[in-house]
Structures are given as structure tokens and as C-alpha cells.
């Protein structure tokens, strides 16, 4: 099983960036996609981005494309998620997860307006 760490996040005035990291453990990494997700205050979780086990293919909500952009390094184990002009709304914790549904604890980003 795979175990994931969130972090990067932080308070950020609106217009702004963060980069998230998700740092996995588990020699099968590589053979999973990977998803963000987002939880933000009484409000379900919900889809942010995925990238392929090959890094080739990504798929985002329509929320945040041309404003996030998802990676992953397969040989340090990391996926990211670059985020970019920032809104109020974008507050929330956002969680990595495996596609065998494994999550982490998630990191907290706040966007002030």
C-alpha cells in the first residue's frame, strides 16, 4: 500500500501561487495515476486534476484549467500541483490520491482576498 504526504500549502493573497508536493512511499508508485482532490468548508470533496502512471496524460475540472498544472517525478516518488492566479475560492485542503484509492492527510491552502 501506498502512503502519501501532502505539503506546501499556505496563505496566499489572491493572484498568487503555490506549489503542492505529495510525496508517496511504495515501490509501485510508478504503475498508479495520481489525483488531487479538494475539500473546502461544508462542502464535499471534490476533483482538481489527475495525471496518467506515465505523466503523458492529464485531465483537470474545468475550475482550474489554464490556472493549475499537475506533474509527477516517478523517480523521486513526487506528484505536484502548480497553482497559479489564485481565487478566494480556491481555499480549501487538498488531499493526493492514489488510483487504488489510497489518500493523504492533506495540506491546507488559504487565499486571502
Known amino acids: 500500500q501506498v502512503q502519501l504526504v501532502e505539503s506546501g500549502g499556505g496563505l496566499v493573497q489572491a493572484g498568487g501561487s503555490l506549489r503542492l508536493s505529495c510525496a508517496a512511499s511504495?515501490?509501485?508508485?510508478?504503475?498508479?495515476?495520481m489525483s488531487w482532490y479538494r475539500q473546502a468548508p461544508g462542502k464535499e470533496r471534490e476533483f482538481v486534476a489527475r495525471i496518467s502512471s506515465s505523466g503523458r496524460s492529464t485531465y483537470y475540472a474545468d475550475f482550474v484549467k489554464g490556472r493549475f498544472t499537475i506533474s509527477r517525478e516517478n523517480a523521486e516518488t513526487m506528484v505536484y500541483l502548480q497553482m497559479n492566479s489564485l481565487k478566494p475560492e480556491d481555499t480549501a485542503i487538498y488531499y493526493c490520491?492514489?488510483?487504488?484509492?489510497?489518500w493523504g492527510q492533506g495540506t491546507q491552502v488559504t487565499v486571502s482576498s
Open positions: 511504495g515501490r509501485t508508485f510508478s504503475g498508479y495515476d
Open positions: 490520491k492514489t488510483s487504488m484509492n489510497a
